[in-house]
Structure formats: structure tokens, C-alpha cells
């Protein structure tokens, strides 16, 4: 059974950096697409950064310029890169996979468009990682 493991959340001041892992276990399909979403306090879970196909990357427009997704398929993992913490940057950060083309269009569409997901959109979920930002 495949399955998504996060790490690398914690506590940083205003301002500084912050890398967090994803680890796709169980697939390797070479369409997988990747993404980043995040649920911060009383706000419905939102997209943030996505890896789609042969290397579309998008990004929600509160964190360009700031956060990099990136990809090593030979280790099955994927990075987001959290520089210049925002105090509004605070919650939970998901990693989701999936290897179906409609789920992998619909997350690189919620990124965008900055929409919500459910916990069940796409087809794997990781247990997510808390990030707090303190000033």
C-alpha cells in the first residue's frame, strides 16, 4: 500500500527558512505528480505548491517569490523550501501524490487558483507536519 511521510516542520522566527521532505513510498509511477497544501488555524485546507508531469511547477500567489518546490525522483521525495516566514504562514503542511492525470490537473488547478481541498481529493495523503512561525 503506498503511503506519504512529511517531515521537517517545526518552530522559526519571522523571517528565517524552513525545508520540508516528502517521501512517496510504494510508487513510482513516472507520472506522479506532487503537491504541497496547507490548513492554518480555522482556514479550510489550501494549496500552496504542486510538481506536476514532466515539471510544471505552480505556486500560490501568498508564497511566490518565497517557497521553491522541488523533486528527486530517484529518492521518490520532494522538497518545499520555506524562506521569509510570514507569522501567517503558521499550520499544518500536507504532502499529496497521485499518479492519475485528472487528480494530477485538479491539483495544479486548486494551486493556482488557490482553492480549497478535501483530505480525500487526490489519492495519497501524508499524516501532515506543524509549522509555527513566532515573531
Known amino acids: 500500500q503506498a503511503h506519504v511521510a512529511e517531515s521537517g516542520g517545526g518552530s522559526v522566527q519571522t523571517g528565517g527558512s524552513l525545508r520540508l521532505v516528502c517521501t512517496v513510498f510504494?510508487?513510482?509511477?513516472?507520472?506522479?505528480?506532487i503537491g504541497w497544501f496547507r490548513q492554518r488555524p480555522g482556514k479550510e485546507r489550501e494549496g500552496v505548491a504542486s510538481f506536476v508531469g514532466g515539471g510544471t511547477i505552480s505556486y500560490a500567489d501568498s508564497v511566490k517569490g518565497r517557497f521553491t518546490i522541488s523533486r528527486d525522483p530517484a529518492k521518490n521525495t520532494a522538497y518545499l523550501e520555506m524562506n521569509n516566514r510570514k507569522p501567517e504562514d503558521a499550520g499544518m503542511y500536507y504532502c499529496?501524490?497521485?499518479?492519475?492525470?485528472?487528480?494530477?490537473?485538479?491539483?495544479?488547478?486548486?494551486?493556482?487558483?488557490?482553492?480549497?481541498?478535501?483530505?480525500?481529493?487526490?489519492?495519497?495523503w501524508g499524516q501532515g507536519t506543524q509549522v509555527n512561525v513566532s515573531t
Open positions: 499529496t501524490a497521485a499518479s492519475r492525470l485528472p487528480e494530477c490537473i485538479r491539483m495544479q488547478t486548486t494551486v493556482i487558483l488557490d482553492t480549497s481541498a478535501s483530505a480525500t481529493e487526490f489519492q495519497f
Open positions: 510504494g510508487e513510482t509511477s513516472s507520472d506522479l505528480c
